[in-house]
T-cell receptor, first 111, second 112 residues
Framework: RKEVEQDPGPFNVPEGATVAFNCTYS??????FFWYRQDCRKEPKLLMS???SGNEDGRFTAQLNRASQYISLLIRDSKLSDSATYLC????????????FGRGTSLIVHP | DGGITQSPKYLFRKEGQNVTLSCEQN?????MYWYRQDPGQGLRLIYY???????QKGDIAEGYSVSREKKESFPLTVTSAQKNPTAFYLC???????????FGQGTRLTVV
């Protein structure tokens, strides 16, 4: 089983739609969790951190479920500019904070 | 401005040659990482370092080497032993607490 698993998609949604991505991780000792955004042929950039209490940033909401070992990202009112690959990142491998990436979920928002 | 810089942006290598990718950061981060990304794939960890003069193998270290002589610098050498080196290489840095990893712009390596 991979350490971090994501559905690669693509998720193809119209503007204004709500879309949700999930990510599962295998290491129950993982310490911190993030969602990164990666545009085509660019480096990943931090979208948001994920906390047990959940966190929201504008149209984006992230949730962590430690018991089930999954992380979610919800995007409301999708924009064309949200089209990108969303990478789930889990820190904490062998007691060290080493970022481990899922393969990413591709989102395509169309008019 | 603080940041992490990779060079070159594009690199072409002949088969059998070693090449070195540069990564420099001025964020005062202790930890630095090298990842490889193939088309449609996630990032796979090659090597990482959490302190000067020390580094650890990641998941796909074979055919690669690194050094960490200075806190700011973590160059990656792709050796001729790497059988399929064509990929997008990303360098990142973070604090040891791993709050956020910052990435360089990446180097696209192509073997010709």
């Amino acid at each position: 089983r991979k350490e971090v698993e994501q559905d690669p998609g693509p998720f193809n949604v119209p503007e204004g739609a709500t879309v949700a991505f999930n990510c599962t991780y295998s290491n129950s000792a993982s310490q911190s969790f993030f969602w990164y955004r990666q545009d085509c042929r660019k480096e990943p950039k931090l979208l948001m951190s994920v906390y047990s209490s959940g966190n929201e940033d504008g149209r984006f909401t992230a949730q962590l479920n430690r018991a089930s070992q999954y992380i979610s990202l919800l995007i409301r009112d999708s924009k064309l500019s949200d089209s990108a690959t969303y990478l789930c990142v889990v820190n904490g491998r062998g007691g060290s904070y080493i970022p481990t990436f899922g393969r990413g979920t591709s989102l395509i928002v169309h008019p | 401005d603080g940041g992490i810089t990779q060079s070159p942006k594009y690199l072409f290598r002949k088969e059998g040659q070693n090449v070195t990718l540069s990564c420099e950061q001025n964020l005062n981060h202790d930890a630095m990482y090298w990842y490889r990304q193939d088309p449609g794939q996630g990032l796979r960890l090659i090597y990482y370092s959490q302190i000067v003069n020390d580094f650890q193998k990641g998941d796909i270290a074979e055919g690669y080497s690194v050094s960490r002589e200075k806190k700011e610098s973590f160059p990656l050498t792709v050796t001729s032993a790497q059988k399929n080196p064509t990929a997008f290489y990303l360098c990142a840095s973070s604090t040891l607490q791993g709050i956020e990893a910052f990435f360089g712009q990446g180097t696209r390596l192509t073997v010709v």
